[in-house]
């Protein structure tokens, strides 16, 4: 509970400091304008003075050391009350990222993260002595947090475990598709727009979008393995190729549109993001 408060009141004095028009780049700042904004949380400074206020987190199985684990850290699920309460952020369709150093950026549910399993932002590994944080091998990659599981069985690999964790972002979802959105004077973005509205109820990019057809960018773009025209066609009349095709055909699409949906598709190839 102790930490719970030390935490909502890092996060109210930050967020009293900075002014939300700005768009800086302050601890707590609300990007994008609008009644549900994106919050962002800085860990480094939101959890100043670490070993002052940390707790021991028991995982009985931590998916990178493969093996239970004690570390020193904080609550996940505290903190992220805190931030979106004081934000009033609407947590209704809302999900969060976790942003590494290297540029991993999962994403995860609310759903995921306030089930069962327990999340925990360490910093220290109770293995190893007092003066490290980290055995030397890893310390670069692990540091500043990482984040772990407490209750997720062995063979459940739907949560992510980032190390090297920096930022915790809440995003609206229906703000998600920024993520894999050209610039709109991109020549790629018209044919996001109709893929967007075609195609992502049932395909993902990047894991982004729906998951009843098959995902189109990772680990390999759809370009990469199949032809422009054969992709073309088959969007048309899926039953053309496949007998009992669960795809719908495309009717209302112009050829200019599925060029433009292949533009889009090329353009994703370089920006692949396994978040
Ligand atoms: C209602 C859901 C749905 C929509 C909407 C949809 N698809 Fe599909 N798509 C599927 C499913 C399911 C498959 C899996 C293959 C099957 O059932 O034949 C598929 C397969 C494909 C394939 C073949 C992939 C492969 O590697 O074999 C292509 C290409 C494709 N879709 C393109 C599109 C495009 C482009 C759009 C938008 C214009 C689109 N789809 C919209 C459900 C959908």
Request: no cysteine.
């Given at each position: 509970m102790k930490i719970a408060l030390f935490v909502f009141w890092g996060i109210v004095v930050f967020i009293a400091c900075n002014n939300p028009t700005t768009n800086n780049k302050s601890t707590l700042s609300t990007e994008?304008?609008?009644?549900n904004e994106e919050v962002t949380i800085v860990l480094e400074k939101v959890l100043d003075s670490p070993a002052r206020n940390s707790i021991k987190v028991n995982v009985d199985?931590?998916?990178?050391?493969?093996s239970p684990k004690k570390y020193l850290g904080f609550s996940l699920r505290p903190l992220l009350d805190a931030a979106w309460k004081t934000a009033a952020f609407?947590?209704?369709?809302a999900m969060v990222l976790f942003e590494c150093k290297d540029g991993y950026n999962p994403i995860m549910d609310l759903s995921k993260i306030y089930g069962p399993a327990q999340g925990y932002i360490v910093f220290k590994d109770l293995d190893q002595p007092d003066t490290k944080n980290w055995p030397d091998s890893l310390s670069q990659h692990f540091s500043p947090y990482y984040l772990v599981w407490d209750k997720v069985k062995k063979e459940d690999k739907s949560f992510f475990w980032p190390y090297g964790l920096t930022t915790i972002r809440l995003i609206p979802e229906k703000e998600k598709y920024r993520l894999i959105q050209p610039d709109s004077s991109d020549a790629a973005y018209p044919g996001y727009i109709t893929f967007r509205d075609n195609c992502m109820k049932c395909h993902s990019i990047n894991k982004i979008g729906g998951s009843f057809g098959p995902e189109f960018?990772?680990?390999?773009?759809i370009t990469e393995y199949r032809d422009e025209k054969q992709l073309i066609a088959f969007a048309k009349a899926p039953a053309s190729f496949r007998y009992n095709s669960r795809m719908p055909a495309m009717t209302s699409l112009s050829d200019k549109e599925f060029e433009n949906i292949i533009l889009y598709l090329k353009y994703m190839k370089e920006h692949k993001r396994d978040h």
């Open positions: 994008s304008a609008g009644e199985y931590d998916q990178y050391f493969k609407d947590t209704t369709h960018n990772l680990p390999k773009n």
